[in-house]
């Protein structure tokens, strides 16, 4: 089994492609990805497209630089690498058709912020073929959180 969480549904969209031997089902958490607004609570215009620079990779990268762990030419590097005109328009990893081509048992939650869309994760859940889709569990109280995770658990025993 895989979970990912954040970028991590990413990666593993990418393993479950490329090697889908190796992996029997998946958990993904928030998703992030390229995305109108729809339900969020802070909305956004046209796409999320530019906020990696912000959050999902600016703030961390400051944290790395900061601390000099990493230097600037090698962040930028890893940032194309990651969000570079080579990615998919998508989540990052894969392209939709490739979404729709991987056949795993996935359990899908989704965000509900400009970094995490849910739009992201009803469109992961709307081309994968066996797929189920949580709508509410983060930050929706403690009824909604043991549900999540006790779906996580029965899905992945």
């Not at 954040?6 to 479950?16: D, E, K």
């Amino acid at each position: 089994h895989i979970l990912g969480s954040c970028i991590g549904p990413s990666y593993a969209l990418q393993l479950l492609r490329d090697h889908p031997s190796r992996f029997e089902k998946a958990v993904l958490l928030q998703p992030i990805g390229l995305a109108k607004h729809t339900t969020e609570s802070e909305p956004w215009v046209g796409t999320n497209a530019g906020s990696e620079k912000e959050h999902w990779f600016g703030d961390w990268a400051k944290n790395m630089e900061l601390k000099k762990r990493a230097s600037r030419t090698a962040l930028d590097k890893l940032h194309t690498n990651m969000f570079g005109p080579h990615c998919y328009d998508f989540v990052f990893s894969i392209k939709r058709e490739d979404m729709k081509a991987i056949h795993h048992p996935l359990l899908v939650f989704c965000g509900i912020d400009l970094f995490h869309p849910a739009e992201i994760a009803r469109e992961i859940a709307q081309l994968a073929p066996n797929a189920i889709i949580f709508e509410e569990w983060r930050d929706a109280g403690p009824a909604k959180w043991q549900a999540a995770d006790s779906a996580i658990k029965s899905f992945l025993l």
